[in-house]
């Protein structure tokens, strides 16, 4: 069993930054894919981006440009640095795992999830 934790989440006024943090809880990350994902207020959840241990990475077009998706050299945390902050991207941020040696791109399809963290955008 996989434990993730997220942190980093909070309040930004539009056009702010903030970095998320996903560690897991038995320390280094042992699945070949992670994702982050988010949920806004009845809305599905919907994958923004995606980190393969082989280096690939995928964004969602609504973030590409704006959100960048990062490991450490150890694989102990993934980050997730968003900038030019949009009201549009309030939600619930979560960071997933998955065994895959290919890009997932369909939050169903993760094995292991955090609780979240809360990222709201507002003046």
């Known amino acids: 069993q996989v434990h993730l934790v997220e942190s980093g989440g909070g309040l930004v006024q539009p056009g702010g930054s903030l970095t998320l943090s996903c560690t897991p809880s038995?320390?280094?990350?042992?699945?070949?894919?992670v994702g982050w994902h988010r949920q806004a207020p009845g809305k599905e959840r919907e994958s923004i981006a995606c980190i393969l241990s082989s280096g690939n990475i995928y964004y969602k077009d609504s973030v590409k440009g704006r959100f960048t998706i990062s490991t450490d050299n150890a694989k102990k945390t993934v980050y997730l640095r968003m900038n030019s902050l949009k009201p549009e991207d309030t939600a619930v941020y979560y960071c997933?795992?998955?065994?895959?040696?290919?890009?997932?791109?369909?939050?169903?399809?993760?094995?292991?999830w955090g609780q979240g963290t809360q990222v709201t955008v507002s003046s």
């Open positions: 997933a795992a998955v065994q895959s040696s290919t890009i997932v791109v369909t939050a169903r399809l993760y094995n292991y």
């Open positions: 038995g320390g280094a990350f042992t699945l070949d894919a």
